[in-house]
């Protein structure tokens, strides 16, 4: 861990995940089980998260209660914007080298 007490750790565990975004720990790990949310294992076997998975939980709980989404949708949905999000870099980058000449 950074010495730096105002440094933002680079793996999140469980525990923390759930304190942060107020969930139980049980339903991170179905939202892994789910493939809803991304985290690694180390060798104790132990899950541990990217920084930017609160982000992620905030989105999955967002489109479970927005649009009252089951979680296996909330997959699908999330595939999709990813996708789109891909694909609206990909044009703006286009664009980018339409104008400069590239």
Do not use: C, K
Request: charged share 20%.
């Amino acid at each position: 861990m950074n010495a730096y007490a105002l440094a933002r750790p680079r793996r999140l565990s469980v525990a923390t995940l759930a304190r942060s975004t107020g969930l139980h720990p049980e339903l991170i790990r179905r939202f892994v089980a789910l493939s809803l949310l991304d985290a690694s294992r180390d060798a104790t076997g132990q899950l541990w998260f990217a920084a930017t998975a609160p982000v992620t939980v905030a989105r999955i709980q967002r489109l479970h209660a927005g649009l009252s989404l089951n979680y296996n949708a909330i997959g699908l949905v999330l595939d999709l914007l990813d996708r789109i999000e891909t694909l609206e870099a990909e044009l703006r980058a286009s664009r980018a080298r339409q104008t400069t000449g590239g």
